[in-house]
Structures are given as structure tokens and as C-alpha cells.
């Protein structure tokens, strides 16, 4: 079974999935946030159409490994996806954090070294990070 990444931010969530061989990740989507409740619904069709058995979420860290404003956001996002998925019987879903500090970073790079214009960098920031948080989690507990 596939495994599913999202980048947590406060407009968006970039979305990643890996393939069938738990080798490579890659990015699917950006969704623009409009409320938890409904993220959170969206994130589960995903779920379902990928068929995973496994959600990872960055977790934003400053630097030095302490929590930021944004840590507590995500995982409040975090607890409401379990719960949602609990209710409606996809309880056997496993939701786990990975660290993604400099992920944006990353991504960044990633994109300039594509040549991918400003505008268009914007746009696949987040799916970009979400495919760093796959790729770092495949990386470490997969292979």
C-alpha cells in the first residue's frame, strides 16, 4: 500500500504519495484551505483513491528542535484527520509526523535549479515540500 505526505500550512496543504514500490514520491495536489473539517475530508478522498495505509504529516520544528507557532496548528490538524478517519471507519489508517525542517528550503532550491519561474515556484512550494517529507520518510524507516 501507497503512503500519502502533506505539507500542514495555513492557506495550503501540498500533497505527496509514493509509488506502489515504496521507492519514490511524488506530487499530486496542492488544496487550498477553507476550513479543517473539510481539509481533513478532502485528505481521506485522497486516501481512499491512492489506497494508503499510512499519512504522514510535517511537523514544522524551529532550528534548535523546539515547537513554532505553527507545530501546535499542525497537530491539532493532525488529531482531527484521526478522529475524522476513526468515525468513519478508517481507523486503520496510521497518521505519523515527520520532522520537515528546511523542507521549504529544499523545495526551493529544487525549483530554481528546475528553472521553474517565481509564479510558478509559489504555486508547487507546498506539493514540492510534501514530496521532500515522502521521499526523507521513505528514505529512513522503508529501506
Known sequence: MRKIAL??????????VSDELLITAQGITTIERVGIRKDCGKVMDMIKEYDCDTVVVGLPKKLDGTDSPQTEKVREFKTMLENKMRSTGMGNIKVV??????TTVQAEKVLIEADVSRKKRKEVIDKQAAVIILQSYLDTYIR
Open 97 to 102: 509526523f515527520q520532522d520537515e525542517r528546511l
Open 7 to 16: 505539507d500542514v500550512g495555513d492557506k495550503t496543504i501540498g500533497v505527496a
